[in-house]
């Protein structure tokens, strides 16, 4: 069966400090992967969505920046974190875009002070 | 384009109350329709689906039906419990045009003893 694992599950990090989230997929090749960013109390905001090794779209200009070294493998970054940065990410799969589910991670919670 | 509109929340019921959340979807042909639970601090779990019209997903006692009548898709239960207080998203896929799943805004269940 297939599985999504993505870390670290909360973070704090002091503004202007870099950021690297990973997220790893197993079960299943050339998924469909995705960064959400999720602010208190609101609903989902799609940042990055990827359909194959190094082919990244970018859904928000923004401080952040995506990369998919690997079939499986999404790494959400950031050179220098803005409080703004603050939420919760979520990391996704699906088999394609076109009619299915996906399905998440357990998330990040990160912290920027 | 395509869209998903939820009611507001937040919800809040007494255990044992029937439950409704309303969702329409605007759509071109008839896609698959989802609804997603997120529990506090986790991420979003598929919680049930239906891929054509008519038809009834159903989980854990939730149940919804596509009607492509009336383009909606309620989430229903009978009878609450405490342990169903969390966030549902309804959600749609993008389709050919599209890039990932189209979510509704959430809306917030608080369950009371």
């Known amino acids: 069966s297939q599985t999504i694992h993505q870390w670290p599950a909360t973070l704090v990090q002091p503004v202007g400090s870099p950021l690297s989230l990973e997220c790893t997929v197993e079960?299943?090749?050339?998924?469909?992967l995705y960064w959400y960013r999720q602010a208190a109390g609101r609903g989902l905001q799609l940042l990055f969505y990827?359909?194959?090794?190094?082919?990244i779209s970018s859904e928000v200009p923004q401080n952040l920046s995506a990369s998919r070294p690997q079939d499986r493998q999404f790494i959400l970054s950031s050179k220098k974190l803005l409080l703004s940065d603050s939420g919760f990410y979520l990391c996704?799969?699906?088999?394609?875009?076109?009619?299915?589910?996906?399905?998440f991670g357990q998330g990040t919670r990160l912290t920027v002070v | 384009g395509d869209s998903v509109t939820q009611m507001e929340g937040p919800v809040t019921l007494s255990e044992e109350a029937f439950l409704t959340i309303n969702c329409t979807y605007t759509?071109?042909?008839?896609?698959?329709l989802f609804w997603y639970v997120q529990y506090p601090g986790e991420g979003l779990q598929l919680l049930l689906k239906?891929?054509?019209?008519?038809d009834k997903g159903s989980n854990k006692g939730f149940e919804a039906t596509y009607r492509k009548e009336t383009t909606s898709f309620h989430l229903e239960k009978g009878s609450v419990q405490v342990s169903d207080s969390a966030v549902y998203f309804c959600?749609?896929?993008?389709?050919?045009?599209?890039?990932?799943?189209?979510f509704g805004k959430g809306t917030t269940l608080s369950v009371s003893s």
């Open positions: 996704a799969w699906s088999i394609d875009s076109l009619n299915t589910e996906a399905f």
């Open positions: 079960g299943t090749s050339n998924p469909n």
């Open positions: 990827s359909v194959g090794i190094g082919q």
């Open positions: 759509a071109t042909g008839y896609p698959s």
């Open positions: 239906a891929t054509k019209a008519d």
């Open positions: 959600a749609l896929p993008p389709g050919q045009a599209g890039t990932a799943l189209i």
